[in-house]
């Protein structure tokens, strides 16, 4: 009966003209932390990725000269992992923004074996080596000499942005990493009041199209974090907080946007990819591991159940609760499996005629007013993030004419 149908399910899916991926997609890690702490260590213990792809060193321009930050890994967390483990070398846009001269190149090869030899002394074999650079669209030919210049004794990958993959010099380039990374989040930052999301769901797809008629194979990198980006006062990009916010900010004295992973999107597009992917897709690459305490990203249960391609329930509830003064509050509480956006309306109805006094809270307005009705509207999504299961927020209040109870009640409008 099984059998039976499996064969029918291949049959429509065939049908529909979407082909059936045959082999498992698996999951992997981002390790990004600079200082490994007890908690990170003990992410990496308890993770359960196929490979994790640990931040090893950052080659950056200081005073028109290259510095290299080089990170020290726990290496028995490492190895206790025991799983296959990648180097990630972090080389920032602005050491190749005048080309990759003879010198750089030398200083790049360096920084490659000293890596490797580092992780090897630590007792932590490397099955890859990844360069992590945004090089300029302008300047892929460039990037490509530089890769065919390290030669390494460790397969050498590398992280393509999906704007590259319109240029014919891309090819090229993709060519000489075995398997390189397509990062498809931070797609964007926003302008002032813009974009919620790290990433287009559509340009994603349509990336991952051009990667697949290119022909090279290639993992993806998705997002489980959050960031606030702050704006100058002539609506310039300030600051962008993606790891953690500094003590004592008061970001609401200012003008910013916060940019969140959506789980319930990404879950969804994770399980069709396990369903459809083309083979040319060898994995997929979580930015970042969770890890206890960490305030801008998800719960490792969260990761797992995203990975796995599992649906998630939504679950927001609006309620009208009276308070000590006399008012009544209107509350909203997350209630489902994932961190999610605050609804855009609520509707308040009661039988009866105006009320007395109202107002919105937390970026909430009062949009339309009526005998036994109000709504309420959220006013700029983009200023708030996505709201943590279990959380409730008070919306705004209301207080009627004094009288006989009277029954109220709250819903979300679609």
Known sequence: MRRRLLLLTLLLLAACGREVRQTPLPAQAYVWQRAWTPEVSAAVRASKFEALHVLAAEFSFKNDKPEIT?????????????????????????????????????????????????????????????????????????????LGALHMDVPLCITALPAWLRHDSAKNLLRLSPGYILQVHSLHLPKNGGLTGLMDMHETQAAVARAVEIGVPFRVALPTYSCVVEFADDGRVREVHGEDMPAGIALSARSYAVLDSDAYALSALVADWRAHASPLMQAIIWYRLPVRGDRLNWSAGLLDKVAAGETLKRGWVAAVRPDKEGHCEIILQQKGEAPDDLPREVLVSWQGGEAEGCDGLRGYKVTKQAAGSLTLRLEQPARFGRVQRGQQIVAGWLRLPEGPEVKMAARLIP
């Open 70 to 146: 080089v990170i020290t890994p726990d290496w028995r967390a490492l190895g206790d992992a025991g799983r296959p483990i990648s180097a990630v070398l972090r080389v920032h846009a602005s050491v190749g923004k005048n080309g990759w001269n003879e010198a750089l190149i030398q200083e790049m090869r360096r920084l490659c074996t000293d890596t490797v030899s580092r992780f090897k002394a630590g007792g932590v074999n490397v099955a890859e080596l990844q360069l992590d650079y945004d090089c300029a669209e302008s300047r892929l030919a460039d990037y490509t000499r530089l």
